[in-house]
């Protein structure tokens, strides 16, 4: 069973970790007034509405209402209990919180079981890397390298190294240094062979390209063949430390660049992004072997604003950066798309052409998502053929009406009315109708609807009654004198929202436990995670320094108001009823205490 982290040290902790410096390893935020905005992590969006209160040290998304102080930050982006995100923060802290946790020493296991995995492939990459740059061994696949226009500089950069033809030195190589065959075969360096059991190297005379994770350890490898094996590149296989579903190539040296410049280049595979590296592309990533997924995306989200995506410019580079293109723009990331000319990928281009033309001509003349599409959806059709250019024509319409900006539309629809020498007014109608008739589709199809995000708490947009009783919990949040003054002036009455009035209870439970207010400490305090929310919401809100007696009277008459007004709605109903069963004397009788409902407002 979990002990439980001692009250001091969550509050040690708290007070030892700035949460605008942690969040700020996840979201770019920029300074606005007092506070810092970017981004949300929990939700895709094109402006920022996430909020970060250095003063209160709590954090607030008015698009999808997310909110609380780092502990919650934490347990929300990575999925981990209060005790493991506790335990990661003290870590940061250098604090010792004195404790054993199942989960921590499980993880602590797993690393600890793990560590030989990671050692192993650093010492490899070392040793790869010695070999390509000051063996004779390594000397042909140093000069095929620097044929193909890699520079010393981006050889040792990306620690690139070569791996000898041999069919068992690594494996030698390991175990003298300790290295036990069948954890080595677990990680993806060594095979067993089947028929006696005895072990085999996996990379044999390739040059070596180590992958890295996150913090810029070295977690798999993918070779490079240099003779005439019939695998061009061999990669090491999915291990305890190396998930290519999660891992983007160079993001560890690209990370700083990228959120200097809030970009990033998507590329293919990592030969494209040591080529754009050469060419001074140096935010470029790209995934390993496998499409983008969400994991991808995720890390992509935290550290950039918008992606250019430079794919091959064949069939199969084409679709896989327009499911990528989707994918990153429904994440709430800005895109362009930049086209590769002549079946040319990226490498090949920057060796012919050389590195400023492809700065300058092609991740500088990149295309926007819309300019993109339009390519997209003309392939493989004869625009002379009627058919093929009218349903060609249908589709970039109904792409144009997904678009958010007027101005965009306009720009599009002329774009596509010059080409084909077509009237606006009849694009612009054939686009009203495509909108009428998906408005119609949804609304008459049944079934399965999308989840909407959760929808921010917009004071403005909400009743008086529910704005006073807000105002009123910021106060007493603030002010322990006023929250009792607001008790006692309630005379037993409770908020009308049973949301504000959980709120009300838990604090009154904290000021009888605690001397002095701490918000970080009472949204610990709060269990329900919707609560913790919602005062993190109430907290980012403006409030005159002093609660003055007409205003808050004013929030008190707000509250008891419309709780008569629910009476009188109560009692409206009753008497329908009464005249309905012509019981005329109770319908009287309600309407006596209905006038005097309203003489009280």
Same mark, same amino acid.
């Not at 603030?478 to 929250?483: G, L």
């Not at 009287?588 to 006038?595: C, D, P, Q, S, V």
């Given at each position: 069973?979990?002990?439980r982290i001692p009250e001091e040290k969550v509050n040690q902790i708290r007070q030892s970790v700035d949460i605008v410096d942690f969040v700020g390893e996840y979201v770019q935020l920029k300074k606005q007034g007092r506070n810092y905005f970017g981004l949300c992590p929990f939700h895709g969006e094109n402006s920022p509405s996430f909020s970060v209160s250095p003063d209160k040290q709590i954090y607030y998304c008015f698009g999808c209402g997310a909110g609380g102080n780092v502990f919650s930050f934490l347990m929300d982006l990575e999925g981990m209990p209060f005790v493991e995100a506790a335990a990661k923060l003290a870590d940061r802290a250098g604090i010792d919180l004195g404790i054993t946790h199942a989960s921590t020493e499980a993880e602590s296991a797993r690393q600890a079981g793990f560590q030989p995995f990671f050692e192993a492939h650093e010492l490899l990459t070392k040793f790869y890397h010695h070999l390509l740059v000051n063996t004779k061994e390594g000397q042909e696949a140093l000069e095929y390298l620097l044929s193909r226009g890699f520079t010393r500089e981006a050889i040792d950069t990306f620690q690139i190294g070569y791996a000898l033809d041999s069919w068992d030195f690594v494996t030698g190589f390991l175990q003298k240094r300790g290295f036990k065959a069948e954890e080595m075969e677990k990680a993806g360096l060594i095979i067993k062979r089947e028929k006696d059991g005895t072990y085999f190297d996996r990379f044999r005379n390739r040059i070596m390209f180590p992958l890295f994770d996150q913090n810029g350890k070295p977690i798999a490898f993918s070779g490079r063949t240099l003779g005439g094996e019939d695998v061009k590149y061999l990669n090491s296989p999915e291990t305890p430390i190396f998930n290519k579903s999660k891992v983007l190539y160079n993001f560890h040296l690209a990370k700083p660049v990228i959120r200097r410049q809030h970009h990033a280049v998507l590329f293919e595979g990592f030969a494209d992004t040591i080529a754009a590296y050469r060419a001074g592309v140096e935010n470029g990533l790209a995934t390993m072997g496998t499409s983008l997924t969400q994991e991808h995306i995720s890390l992509i989200r935290r550290n950039a604003q918008f992606v250019t995506i430079c794919y091959d410019s064949d069939n199969a580079g084409i679709e896989a950066a327009f499911r990528a293109a989707g994918m990153l723009k429904e994440a709430g990331i800005e895109i362009r798309v930049a086209l590769m000319p002549d079946s040319l990928d990226p490498d090949?281009?920057?060796?012919?052409?050389?590195?400023?033309?492809?700065?300058?001509?092609?991740?500088?003349?990149?295309?926007?998502?819309?300019?993109?599409?339009?390519?997209?959806?003309?392939?493989?059709?004869?625009?002379?053929?009627?058919g093929d250019r009218l349903a060609y024509i249908e589709k970039i319409v109904s792409e144009i009406s997904g678009l958010q900006k007027a101005v965009e539309k306009d720009h599009y629809l002329r774009q596509l009315a010059a080409e084909f020498s077509l009237s606006l007014e009849a694009l612009k109608q054939q686009m009203a109708e495509n909108a009428q008739t998906k408005g119609i589709r949804q609304e008459g199809k049944p079934g399965k609807r999308e989840l909407p995000l959760i929808p921010a708490v917009t004071s403005a947009l909400k009743p008086a009654h529910y704005n006073a009783e807000r105002r009123m919990i910021a106060h007493m949040l603030?002010?322990?004198?006023?929250?009792?003054?607001?008790?006692?002036?309630?005379?037993?009455?409770?908020?009308?929202?049973d949301e504000h009035q959980a709120i009300i209870t838990?604090?009154?439970?904290?000021?009888?436990?605690?001397?002095?207010?701490?918000?970080?400490?009472?949204?610990?305090?709060?269990?329900?995670?919707?609560?913790?929310?919602?005062?993190?919401?109430?907290?980012?809100?403006?409030?005159?320094?002093?609660?003055?007696?007409?205003?808050?009277?004013?929030?008190?008459? @707000?509250?008891?108001?419309?709780?008569?007004?629910?009476?009188? &709605? =109560?009692?409206?109903? +009753? %008497? !329908?009823?009464?005249?309905? @069963?012509?019981?005329?004397?109770?319908?009287?009788?309600?309407? &006596? =205490?209905?006038?005097? +409902? %309203? !003489?009280?407002?």
């Open positions: 069973m979990a002990e090949d281009y920057i060796r012919k052409h050389g590195g400023e033309k492809f700065k300058n001509e092609i991740i500088g003349s990149s295309l926007t998502l819309m300019s993109f599409k339009f390519h997209y959806y003309r392939r493989g059709k004869n625009l002379q053929n009627e603030r002010d322990r004198e006023n929250a009792y003054k607001i008790q006692e002036m309630l005379k037993g009455k409770t908020f009308n929202h838990y604090l009154f439970g904290y000021y009888e436990e605690k001397e002095q207010f701490d918000l970080g400490e009472f949204l610990n305090y709060i269990k329900d995670e919707k609560l913790r929310r919602m005062v993190a919401d109430i907290e980012m809100m403006t409030l005159n320094e002093e609660l003055g007696e007409q205003e808050l009277n004013d929030y008190i008459h @707000q509250v008891l108001k419309y709780q008569k007004l629910l009476k009188i &709605k =109560e009692k409206r109903n +009753l %008497q !329908k009823e009464a005249d309905a @069963q012509k019981d005329y004397r109770k319908a009287m009788e309600l309407g &006596k =205490e209905i006038i005097e +409902l %309203q !003489k009280s407002l």
